[in-house]
């Protein structure tokens, strides 16, 4: 496994050496983009500033928000869909073309029922990400085999204790999938309301930057969401490969 | 009941469910914010007559069918290239899913700087969008046929080219027509947001001009448009889908 | 020596029973099993063998209480049970049956979640569970390092553990080689021994029921009934060397005579 990421690191320097040299050479001009650099010496200076430590704890905090709704709903729907076959039969086209709907057309009508505050966009976040984690709750559940939800009666357990100790420890790797996604799309639902209806947020800050040709606070802010979001998806895939590993699952 | 006839009897249900939660809705909330179901439809029939919709849909359809086009080729040559090659694959596959993960609106600024605004973007931020599930799941496809597949092949003499159309191929489509599906439904996303931000042209423009002017009216129209057309080419994918892994699990529960 | 003083053995008793799994939206019913009569006695080993889909299956899991007959009465220690599990009974499935996420031992020690035993008590069977087995080198080891044998052998652990007056068995060794089918033939009539309870195997291979088996219920194709019982008569102190006995093979060829007939019938034949 160590070979494999020696490669990735040098595939991604590689990309970065060639950005830089590009930039340096003028071939992109300092108006598209400043050369990468320049990008992380101006990430250092804006943390370091803290001026902009504001916009980004509302955008994370706003997004945990999200995120961790979705979890918590998405969770105990897919329990009570699972018992429930008529049910969830009957919302499964819903959830197969869900994301095929544009969530940010229902921007104006959540402000309408929760007002100019930062309800709106928690609520886009949470809609966006509450569906990947009952689909892929689902998926779990569905796929704890049949013995062993027989041993666990055998063992006389409970209703309870058997989505305890048996279902939820089987569908834990699958629902880790729906996990990061739902980690991605609570941090899509809450930026892109934040350009939509500015209010401050990361989102705002680098819709801001845009319009005022402001490279050395947007690029880094960019690449600030960007590490965030492949940080957190990083430790997710971690936990969720030692899960798979000690199941003999790649 | 048949099975189908079960799927298309749940889907009106659905459907008549969510008629009734939005009516009910709009006796909640009044038309300051939505309009009624039967307002809807009356505006939507209206609107599509009108000859600026016809503009702004052609130039939707046309970003988007070019998004897709390129996300697809795209998305079907790198990923049969990283599954065959197997350690481009096995480098590459986590640094797509971790790709997969970032919110690529966040990119979508630096698009505009590199694109300028207008169709490119448009196509830009759909491919962006659409090209990484595709190669994901194609890469998935190639690596997932089972090797008794390729066995039998060998066994049966059969050339190369032979082996990849009448037995890689069918193997691994299932998987990749999942890839296509869920690519549809981003590459879509990518150009309708772009056209949000990005065009002068489009239902997403009209779209962010209708929120801007808070036309109530013209926003549920355009939602439930874009909704029906993605929902409609969406459950044919999927229905596309569902029997090409039913066949594949017959065919393997058979092969135990 | 047996320890049949410290585990009691249980009996269990059909009477007449038989299961009809209803139909769905395009599947007629289908008559699984019966009606069937059986006594299980106790302490003995009894094992049955028939045609593929006759129902064996669905007869173990009446006996285990994981399924409801449609008629009938069955009745574990002379009461009657009604698709709950009665206290004491422990079963081996043909499918690994193993937890992923926990190790050897807690697998093993997963059956003892609810026993009335102190941690010390717990830990104290699990290593002679382990021990007896022959897992005790694995303990700390996960079912997916394990081979297939090594899985089953974890999932009798699991069931011995808990000291059941009856361990069901559904075709516990089928994934495995024929040597080591043999060798885990000897292991289970140790374990049958030392425990002294009452065990109900179920196997498409005739030598293993001949050779384990007190008595073997030969069963019909679908539905499922008894159509014979044969009593092999060996000493309780057997192993695979039984096989060496001339009556061995008497046994085997009464037991495919009744059984020729009702796999040509499964296959679609007719009998010639």
Request: positive net charge.
């Amino acid at each position: 496994m160590k070979r494999l990421t020696l490669y990735r690191v040098a595939v991604v320097a590689i990309v970065i050496a060639i950005l830089e040299w590009l930039c340096l050479h003028g071939t992109i001009d300092r108006i598209t983009m400043p050369p990468p650099h320049r990008i992380v010496l101006d990430l250092y200076k804006l943390l370091a500033s803290g001026s902009l430590n504001k916009a980004i704890a509302k955008t994370l905090g706003n997004a945990s928000i999200a995120f961790t709704l979705a979890l918590i709903v998405g969770v105990i729907s897919s329990a009570v869909l699972h018992g429930h076959r008529a049910v969830r039969d009957t919302l499964d086209p819903l959830f197969a073309t869900y994301y095929a709907i544009p969530i940010f057309a229902f921007y104006p009508l959540l402000i309408y029922l929760f007002g100019l505050g930062d309800g709106p966009q928690i609520m886009i976040g949470f809609m966006l990400a509450v569906v990947a984690v009952i689909v892929n709750t689902l998926n779990g559940l569905d796929r704890v085999p049949v013995v062993l939800l027989k041993t666990a009666r055998i063992h006389r357990l409970t209703r309870f204790e058997i989505a305890r100790t048996i279902t939820l420890p089987y569908a834990m790797p699958y629902v880790l999938t729906g996990v990061k996604l739902a980690v991605a799309y609570s941090l899509i639902g809450v930026i892109g309301s934040e350009f939509i209806m500015s209010r401050g947020g990361m989102g705002y800050e680098i819709s801001f930057a845009y319009t005022s040709f402001d490279n050395a606070t947007m690029y880094p802010l960019i690449v600030l969401t960007l590490l965030a979001a492949i940080l957190v998806n990083g430790l997710l895939t971690r936990w969720e490969k030692v899960l798979l590993q000690r199941r003999g699952l790649r | 009941m048949s099975v189908r006839w079960q799927r298309v009897r749940n889907a009106l249900i659905l459907i008549a469910g969510i008629v009734l939660v939005w009516q009910i809705l709009f006796f909640m909330v009044g038309d300051i914010a939505i309009s009624s179901p039967l307002a809807t439809l009356q505006y939507t029939a209206k609107l599509v007559r009108t000859d600026t919709f016809g503009g702004h849909l052609r130039a939707t359809l046309e970003a988007f069918g070019l998004a897709y086009l390129i996300a697809v080729m795209m998305g079907l040559s790198l990923g049969f290239w990283l599954g065959f090659h197997k350690l481009s694959g096995d480098v590459a596959e986590p640094m797509l899913v971790a790709l997969y993960s970032i919110p690529k609106v966040t990119l979508y600024p630096i698009l505009l700087l590199s694109f300028g605004l207008g169709l490119s973007a448009k196509v830009a931020f759909g491919v962006l969008h659409g090209v990484i599930p595709i190669t994901l799941f194609t890469l998935g496809s190639v690596r997932n046929v089972r090797p008794i597949h390729l066995k039998t092949a060998r066994a049966l003499k059969l050339s190369p080219l032979d082996t990849v159309f009448t037995v890689l191929f069918p193997a691994a489509l299932p998987e990749i027509v999942t890839g296509l599906r869920v690519g549809f439904a981003l590459t879509l996303i990518g150009a309708l947001l772009a056209e949000m931000f990005a065009s002068q042209r489009g239902l997403g423009f009209l779209l962010m001009n209708a929120i801007g002017l808070h036309n109530v009216d013209l926003i549920m129209s355009i939602t439930l448009l874009l909704v029906v057309f993605a929902a409609t080419i969406s459950t044919i994918l999927l229905h596309i889908d569902r029997r090409l892994h039913h066949q594949a699990r017959a065919a393997d529960a058979l092969a135990m | 020596m047996p320890k049949d003083d410290k585990v009691a053995a249980a009996d269990v008793s059909l009477r007449g029973v038989t299961k009809v799994f209803p139909g769905g939206r395009d599947r007629p019913p289908v008559h699984a099993l019966g009606p069937i009569d059986l006594d299980l006695h106790k302490a003995e080993f009894f094992a049955v063998v028939g045609p593929s889909g006759c129902g064996k299956s669905t007869l173990l899991e009446l006996i285990a209480g994981l399924s409801v007959a449609t008629q009938g009465v069955v009745e574990f220690e002379g009461r009657p049970i009604h698709g709950e599990v009665p206290q004491g009974v422990g079963v081996v499935f043909q499918e690994d049956a193993c937890l992923p996420w926990l190790d050897v031992a807690d697998n093993i020690a997963f059956s003892l979640r609810h026993a009335d035993l102190s941690s010390a008590q717990k830990a104290e069977r699990v290593q002679r569970a382990l021990a007896m087995m022959g897992l005790a080198d694995f303990a700390t080891s996960y079912p997916a390092q394990l081979s297939g044998g090594m899985r089953q052998r974890v999932c009798i652990a699991r069931t011995l553990v808990m000291e059941p007056r009856l361990i069901l068995l559904d075709e516990p060794f089928g994934a495995l080689d024929q040597q080591t089918r043999l060798l885990m033939g000897d292991e289970l009539l140790r374990l049958w021994r030392q425990s002294g309870a009452t065990v109900f195997l179920i196997t498409h291979a005739l030598d293993e029921a001949a050779m384990l088996a007190d008595r073997i219920g030969v069963m019909s194709a679908r539905p499922g009934r008894l159509i014979d019982l044969v009593e092999t008569g060996w000493p309780r102190d057997r192993d695979s060397r039984i096989v060496e006995n001339a009556a061995f093979g008497a046994v085997t060829a009464r037991l495919w005579k009744s059984l020729r007939e009702e796999s040509l019938k499964t296959m679609g034949k007719a009998a010639t």
